[in-house]
């Protein structure tokens, strides 16, 4: 199974973004989705960018991995996904 999260682009250079995961900032190559600009919503799979997504549908997301994961561990707030709260 694989995993994407989504994140905020902060900055691009080139081909490739620094994203935000809540506040944990990563390197990402936009090669997949060259029309990906600063303060937009990136679905992240493997360092790259698959997606473009709305506000929206990042915070659905993220809500979504906050409620699945929650439900498997009764102390999701300080599990490994804490860091992706709505």
Known sequence: MCLAVPG??????????????NGVKRAVSLDLVP???KNDYVL???GFAIQV??????????????????KEHQ????????????
């Open 75 to 86: 102390d999701a707030a300080s599990g490994p996904l804490s860091h992706l709260k709505p």
């Open 44 to 46: 992240v799979h493997a």
């Open 8 to 21: 905020k682009i902060t900055s691009v250079k080139s081909n490739n973004a620094e994203v935000d995961f």
């Open 35 to 37: 029309e990906a600009r």
């Open 53 to 70: 997504l709305s506000p929206e549908e990042a915070q659905e997301t993220l809500r979504l991995f906050a409620e699945i994961y929650g």
